[in-house]
T-cell receptor, first 117, second 113 residues
């Protein structure tokens, strides 16, 4: 159980365009979802935390108008990278925490590799 | 400031050998500590999770220990296999601040035949 999927797994887009990444919890209801960015040979950097039905909380230094997060249901969150630039190229990973998971356990998706040309 | 430091940064061992990875943290107040395995180009996969009262937990060939007094944890891998080659990440959560997690930079393990 506790499977999280992401779509797409890889995406290449041109500079200036927008890209949407989906994160789904397949077999549980995710009250909280997290979005991370990971650059090569570095650890995960938390971008934002979203709770179902409310606005996302962004980490310091993350532009909320550039990285739009929507968590409209208990099984789906989306991250839209608007007006993407080459420096946005990275590995984006989501994770989800279910109801009653007070021990802090998070289940991670497989990640999305974004390349902006 | 909450911090999680992992050592070594990287490690190379021969197949079949054992190894131990370290994690020191300053996160307070402590809630739980989790070890994840991340294969290249994939998302992290949970190995163990320990709360304050637990000082050891096993998951197959992986055994994690926790000393909440010294704020140290270790991940011991027994009889390593080639598929153990990955990054191992230590994550510590606080019991306040909405349970915010602090990630270590990870230890990159390479198992060679």
């Amino acid at each position: 159980g506790a499977v999280v999927s992401q779509h797409p797994s890889r995406v290449i887009c041109k500079s200036g365009t927008s890209v949407k990444i989906e994160c789904r919890s397949l077999d549980f209801q995710a009250t909280t979802m997290f979005w991370y960015r990971q650059f090569p040979k570095q650890s995960l950097m938390l971008m934002a935390t979203s709770n179902e039905g409310s606005k996302a909380t962004y980490e310091q230094g993350v532009e909320k108008d550039k990285f739009l997060i929507n968590h409209a249901s208990l099984t789906l969150s989306t991250l839209t990278v608007t007006s993407a630039h080459p420096e946005d190229s990275s590995f984006y990973i989501c994770s989800a925490r279910g109801m009653g998971q007070d021990n802090g356990e998070q289940y991670f998706g497989p990640g999305t590799r974004l390349t902006v040309t | 400031k909450n911090q999680v430091e992992q050592s070594p940064q990287s490690l190379i061992i021969l197949e079949g050998k054992n190894c131990t990875l370290q994690c020191n943290y300053t996160v307070s107040p402590f809630s739980n500590l989790r070890w994840y395995k991340q294969d290249t180009g994939r998302g992290p996969v949970s190995l163990t999770i320990m709360t304050f009262s637990e000082n050891t937990k096993s998951n197959g060939r992986y055994t994690a220990t926790l000393d909440a007094d010294t704020k140290q944890s270790s991940l011991h891998i027994t009889a390593s296999q080639l598929s153990d080659s990955a990054s191992y990440i230590c994550v510590v959560s606080a019991s306040t601040n909405a349970g915010k997690s602090t990630f270590g930079d990870g230890t990159t393990l390479t198992v060679k035949p």
